[in-house]
């Protein structure tokens, strides 16, 4: 089980689109946002993020290995959708990413009403009916 504040991290960059309180920049790959200061320095640490600008307000961080955290992320997503569990974490490059995108599915899927309009890298469009890739 991720913590609610390390899961809310790492879900708001998936989640980064124009529309979100964190945003992405395709040109240089760098997430931008008000985030958990302990949470971004914790993974920081493990080498898991990389702070480019920070201190009062607004960081902006680079996502390590992103590749491999998209994928494995969607990859959560994805399983969680079919119904299987989470042994197939373990045959992703990015376990963690799996398991943060596994259970952010249930958590939304456990919502009463659907969330109109929700972005979010690997889970399905309900404007395009496609998956969203970042």
Known sequence: MISKKVKELFVSLMEASGDSPVSYDVE???????????????YIALGALELVDGGEG??????????????????????????????????????F????????????SKKKRK???Y???????EDTSLIHQQ
């Open 28 to 42: 240089t790959d760098q997430y931008s946002g008000f985030f958990n200061n302990a949470v971004v320095d914790k």
């Open 58 to 95: 607004s960081i902006t961080i680079l996502l390590n290995n992103r590749d491999d955290f998209l994928s494995s992320f969607a990859a959560g997503a994805r399983e969680a959708k079919n119904g299987s569990d989470q042994s197939y974490a373990d045959y992703n490059a990015n376990p």
């Open 97 to 108: 990413a799996f398991s943060v995108g596994y259970e952010h599915f249930h958590q939304i």
């Open 115 to 117: 969330i109109t309009g």
């Open 119 to 125: 972005v979010c890298h690997g889970f399905e469009r």
